[in-house]
């Protein structure tokens, strides 16, 4: 099986087959950049590198702001991806019936 070079994370998380494998891209890239953070805070640019064997991607950013901005973005993009995935619940209570119990 031949490795597959992407030149953005975009690249990569948009070439998934479905929406549990964009999960999967996106918790990977939030990993990567975690890691990045934690072992290299306080240093001027931040870059990283996936590589899971069967693909590659690397990024650069300009500061540590960058990288926690993206991590952000990310993150918002996979609560959004897990709830269509997984479908939002509302449990409504009645409060007065819960506070006769009492």
Request: without cysteine; glycine residues 4%; charged residues 25%.
């Amino acid at each position: 099986m031949a490795v597959v070079y992407y030149e953005s994370p975009a690249n990569y998380i948009q070439s998934a087959e479905d929406v549990s494998d964009r999960i999967t891209r996106i918790r990977n890239i939030i990993t990567i950049l975690e890691d990045s953070v934690i072992n290299s805070a306080g240093a001027g640019t931040q870059s990283y590198n996936l590589d899971d064997g069967q693909s590659k991607i690397s990024a650069t950013y300009k500061s540590l702001g960058e990288v926690t901005s993206a991590i952000d973005a990310f993150e918002k993009i996979l609560n959004r991806l897990t709830q269509s995935r997984n479908g939002r619940q509302t449990i409504l209570k009645d409060l007065r019936a819960n506070s006769l119990d009492l």
